[in-house]
Structure formats: structure tokens, C-alpha cells
């Protein structure tokens, strides 16, 4: 069973490649699911930031960051990775699940 | 080989707070076991990491949990990828990347990152390999990912 649920910011270079390369990485893992594809997912800023403090607080310290910047700044502490541990910004992301817009887009 | 107990130093040493996130992190981790072997693993709710002297195997507790771990470990085979592209996937792999800072001395990685099994060797205890055709990129640093770049930005489910 999953853990957690992790997302790339678009627009922003990520520490784990690109979501494209990444869901081709995972496809070849389960072949009979029908190929790679990514889901984009508009998550308002506000929980993307109670995410990323999350992530960053898992570290305890050992990523330097002004847990009070920006949250761009915070996201490239992320390494351009929003990660939703079991807490509340996953509580809020699952909760409004349904109302966010999102697209799914199929990788090459 | 350095000196088994330069080992846990540099590996002491790498858990030293990093302004460069993620991947500065998985860098000083890679950094340090050049010259030797080092085995992290999930072991419950903690990350253990064990280098062996002699025959003889030492354990230490590594100060993040098994989710901050896993973070770590995808890094890894975001670099395997970088240096050779398509050679690993998410959940397990090998490769063999260049020491950050000990140029070019290498280490050979082996993971595997999935639900029920998390764990990463890094050895660079062999003779200095060459990385020809799989020299990765520099680690970007922060100022690479300019702040604000991701507020009207999308995310993207991985």
C-alpha cells in the first residue's frame, strides 16, 4: 500500500528528473497497466506549502531553509518535490480531492 | 581505501545541514563512501546504516525517518538515470556515479526503493572506475530553482 502521495512542481527543475521520464521509469516496473501517464493537478499554493513543511521538517535540519520563505524558495528546498506524508496537508489534499482541476496526459 | 574510521566520520559528517535540499543531502551521502562502503536500510521506523572494519560490522542510526529515506533514495535513481539514461527505474536499480568533491573517484550504487523495502549500498571501496559515458550533471543548486517559479505552476503526480 502506498504511503504517500508525491508530485513535481511544474516549471521547476526536480531532484527526481522529469515526471515524464519518472512515469516511464515506473511503467516498465508494471507492464500490464497500460503504459505511463501523468496527472496534473492544480493544488492550491496553501497546502503545497503545509507540504513542504512537512517534507523539510522530516529532515530535522539537515536541509537549511527559512521555513518562513517563500514558497518557491521552499519547493527548491523540496528539490522541486512536493511530498504529502500521512499528516494534515495530505488530510487537506485528499479532502478537496475532488474539487481540484486536473488533466491527464499521456507520456511518449 | 581510507581508514574505516574516516568512514563513519564522513558519513557523520555528511549528515552536517545542507542549504542545497534534496539532492545536496544525497550528494554528501555519496561524497562520503568515496573510498569505502556504506549500506543504508529501513529497519522499521528508523533508517539504520552499517559499514563493516575487519570483519567486524558497526550500525548507526541515521537522523531522518524511513519517508524522509525514501526522498534520498529517489534522488539516487534520478542520478543513475542522468548518467546513463533509462538504466534504473523508480524502484530499484545500479549505476555508478561520481563522488561529488572527490573527483573522480566513483561510487557503485545499488537500490531498492519500494513499500515494503528500502535500501541503498553505496560502495566506493573498489578500484577508482572511470565513468566514461556516465559523468552526471552537477547538483543544482538553489539557485538553479529561482523562488517563485512554482506558485502558478502546476504539479504533476508522480
Not at chain 1, 517534507?55 to 537549511?64: D, E, K, Q, R, Y
Not at chain 1, 528546498?77 to 478537496?96: K, M
Not at chain 2, 526522498?71 to 542520478?79: E, G, P, Q
Not at chain 2, 566513483?106 to 559515458?133: C, I, K, S
Request: glycine letters at 12%.
Amino acid at each position: 500500500m502506498a504511503e504517500n502521495v508525491t508530485f513535481t512542481a511544474g516549471g521547476v527543475r526536480s531532484a527526481l528528473g522529469a515526471a515524464a521520464a519518472y512515469a516511464r521509469g515506473k511503467a516498465e516496473t508494471f507492464p500490464a497497466e497500460r503504459g505511463p501517464a501523468v496527472v496534473a493537478v492544480d493544488v492550491p499554493d496553501d497546502v503545497v506549502r503545509q507540504a513542504a513543511l512537512g517534507h523539510l521538517a522530516l529532515f530535522n535540519g539537515l536541509i537549511s531553509c527559512n521555513m518562513t520563505a517563500d514558497l518557491g524558495e521552499l519547493v527548491a528546498a523540496c528539490g522541486g518535490v512536493v511530498q504529502f506524508d500521512p499528516g494534515p496537508a495530505l488530510d487537506r489534499l485528499l479532502a478537496t480531492w475532488g474539487t481540484l482541476s486536473k488533466e491527464i496526459r499521456g507520456v511518449p | 581505501m581510507i581508514s574505516p574510521q574516516t568512514i563513519s566520520d564522513r558519513v557523520r559528517q555528511a549528515f552536517m545541514p545542507t542549504p542545497l535540499g534534496v539532492a545536496g543531502l544525497t550528494d554528501q551521502l555519496i561524497g562520503a563512501c568515496a573510498g569505502g562502503g556504506v549500506e543504508f536500510e529501513r529497519v522499521g521506523d528508523r533508517c539504520a546504516y552499517r559499514w563493516t572494519v575487519g570483519g567486524e560490522t558497526h550500525e548507526g542510526t541515521a537522523p531522518f525517518p524511513p519517508a524522509a529515506f525514501r526522498t534520498v533514495l529517489a534522488r539516487v535513481a534520478a542520478l543513475c538515470n542522468e548518467s546513463r539514461p533509462d538504466s534504473v527505474t523508480p524502484y530499484r536499480g545500479e549505476g555508478v556515479l561520481s563522488a561529488p568533491g572527490h573527483a573522480p573517484a566513483a561510487v557503485r550504487v545499488r537500490f531498492v526503493n519500494t513499500p515494503d523495502q528500502q535500501r541503498l549500498t553505496l560502495d566506493g571501496a573498489g578500484p577508482t572506475q572511470t565513468v566514461e559515458g556516465e559523468r552526471r550533471s552537477e547538483s543544482p543548486g538553489v539557485e538553479t530553482w529561482p523562488p517563485g517559479a512554482v506558485s502558478a505552476a502546476r504539479r504533476e503526480h508522480i
